[in-house]
């Protein structure tokens, strides 16, 4: 059987994920795109094999042509596109985030508890990391004893000008947000952001490195450094600290050169380098899961709790105080 998918917006992970969907992961197929860019899209369709470009997502999300929708637009048009798609019946899966409102995520909670079974994945990828994983299984077994503190360090190369330090939160804290809470099974309770001393190396309005402390339930605590402007390349770090030992993410290695009497590891230059094992994870088990009539990945739910922290965590940026975080009560869906 094959996945008939429909991609809403075709920027640089709208390509990137047709590009698995077509080339590399098994049954699937793309049939279907659709961008504001009218020019784009129809660039992206022809290195898709030809997939029908559409005038707008509600087409596509209706189209018989289209089985399952992947959602790469702009966070905030994925409320939109995620509704349509439950109300169309359809599976989805949204690119981080689920939506950058708690109201919006509200929604698609209620649509998809009124469907009565779940719909829609959100794209929290690095659960699909062999490293992350291998943390988590390390925790899960007992090995390093009970969960005490996390650490992550979240690096990219450089970021355009247009990134301000809210998206610190929004756009890329949101996965140690996400890492945090499904490596320790448990939800965050707190948020306090704390301003290091600035790179010169960033636009002047943005408050770069960043650091926050996240709470939990159970009392852990969970650091994230986000450096948007680290210059050396792209560098995601883990590690978690238990009663009996430690457990850290070791980074893949790209490639190695040996010159001028040194060994050198290559650090990826992005996400697209360094996840891009995990993307197709993300998007193989997704494709078996909708062959098999199962929805597998992170939920909705998960999306909703994600940006839930973000918002507090941009109150936290404003203030620099510890805020207090709660949620509305679970749905028996995602329980
Ligand atoms: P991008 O700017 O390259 O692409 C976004 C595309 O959406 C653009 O082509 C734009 O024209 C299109 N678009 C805007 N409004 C639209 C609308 N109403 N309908 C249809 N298309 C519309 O951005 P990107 O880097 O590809 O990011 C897209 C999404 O993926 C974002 O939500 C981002 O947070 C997420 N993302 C996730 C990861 C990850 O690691 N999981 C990495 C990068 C981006
Ligand atoms: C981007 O949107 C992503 O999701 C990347 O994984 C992250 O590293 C980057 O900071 C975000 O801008």
Known sequence: MTIRVGIIGTGFI???????????INGSTVTAVTDVNKTRAAEVAALLGGAKVFDNGHDLINSDLVDAVLVCSIG??????TLAAIA?????????????????????LAA?????????????????????????ATLDGGKIGAALIMH???????????????MTMTDSMIHEIDTTRWMLGEEITSVQVAPPKRTSKAFPHLQDPQFALFGMESGVLST????????????VRCELVGELGTSSLVNPVVASSTIAGQ??????????????P?????????????????????????????????????????????VEIDYIEKPALYR
Request: include cysteine; charged fraction near 25%; glycine fraction near 10%.
């Open 278 to 322: 995990a993307y197709t994870a993300e998007l193989q088990a997704w494709i078996t899961g909708l062959g098999k009539g199962e929805i597998v990945g992170p939920s909705a739910w998960d999306g909703y709790a994600a940006t839930r922290v973000t918002e507090f965590g941009v109150q936290a940026v404003k203030t620099g105080q510890r």
């Open 88 to 108: 169309a019946g359809k599976p989805v899966m949204c690119e981080k985030p689920l939506a950058p409102t708690t109201p919006e995520c509200e929604a698609i």
């Open 152 to 166: 992550n360090v979240h690096r990219n190369a450089t970021v355009p000008e247009s990134f301000t330090s809210f």
């Open 112 to 136: 998809e508890v009124a469907h009565g079974k779940r719909l829609v994945i959100v794209g929290f990828m690095r659960r699909y990391d062999p490293g992350y994983k291998e943390v988590k």
């Open 224 to 235: 994230s450094e986000f450096f948007a402007n680290c210059q050396y390349g792209y560098d």
């Open 263 to 276: 060994d050198a590891d290559m650090v990826p230059p992005d996400w697209r380098v360094r996840f891009g």
């Open 76 to 81: 905030e048009t994925h409320a939109e596109y």
């Open 14 to 24: 709208g390509l990137d994920h047709g590009n698995k969907l077509v080339n590399v």
